[in-house]
């Protein structure tokens, strides 16, 4: 158990819906990253938050959006739903940012869009 | 920019021999190295990571990783597999300069026979 959760840890929807995915970090993370890993595509970041603020964007679509919480818990939004949009949806936590620190993933959450 | 690359998408290995997964990467300045593993249903669990000295880096579950500068390389090796280290498997770099996220190999699934 890496201490890392995230809630659900299934989500089936259908096309043009919006879901939140929810993710803990580890006790005293202050950085949390948001990855998506399907098949074809590998595991790709999409972002990064650290102590609340954004820090750093990857290959995260427009229609996706994510904050992070003065408890350090954070939410990634995904809105108008595709089919290509059916992943795992994994979130992670770090110390600190970049550096040595290596991050602790949580148990992830499927997404299913029919 | 930074890259990794995992050139071998499987690897079998019969249990009991030694195994190498393979990693290349590429950053401007000097990296730190990490090597995570992916059981099915499961999030990344950290192995190993190489941050300075040694150049011969031990992990978890018996895991070694052998950092060569010159060849730019971070091969993860065990000396004798076992089934259970069945898995997937993702190497990723840093640059140990600025604040940049980790970037991940796109892993390689090995698959030990008995």
């Known amino acids: 158990d890496s201490g890392v959760t995230q809630t659900p840890k299934h989500l089936i929807t259908a096309t043009g819906q919006r879901v939140t995915l929810r993710c803990s970090p580890r006790?005293?993370?202050?950085?949390v990253y948001w990855y998506q890993q399907s098949l074809d595509q590998g595991l790709q970041f999409l972002i990064q938050y650290y102590n609340g603020e954004e820090r750093a964007k990857g290959n995260i679509l427009e229609r996706f959006s994510a904050q992070q919480f003065p408890d350090l818990h954070s939410e990634l939004n995904l809105s108008s739903l595709e089919l290509g949009d059916s992943a795992l949806y994994f979130c992670?936590?770090?110390?600190?940012?970049?550096?040595?620190?290596?991050?602790?993933f949580g148990p992830g959450t499927r997404l299913t869009v029919t | 920019a930074q890259s990794v690359a995992q050139p071998e998408d499987q690897v079998n290995v019969a249990e009991g021999n030694p195994l190498t997964v393979k990693c290349t990467y590429s950053?401007?300045?000097?990296?730190?190295l990490f090597w995570y593993v992916q059981y099915p249903n499961r999030g990344l669990q950290f192995l190993l990571k190489y941050i300075t000295g040694d150049n011969l880096v031990k992990g978890s579950y018996g895991f070694e990783a052998e950092f060569n500068k010159s060849q730019t390389s971070f091969h993860l090796k065990k000396p004798s597999a076992l089934v259970s280290d069945s898995a997937l498997y993702f190497c990723a770099v840093r640059d140990i300069e600025g604040d940049t996220p980790l970037v991940f190999g796109k892993g390689t699934r090995l698959s030990v026979i008995a």
């Open positions: 950053v401007s300045g000097n990296p730190y």
């Open positions: 992670a936590s770090s110390v600190a940012t970049g550096g040595f620190y290596e991050q602790y």
């Open positions: 006790s005293g993370d202050l950085s």
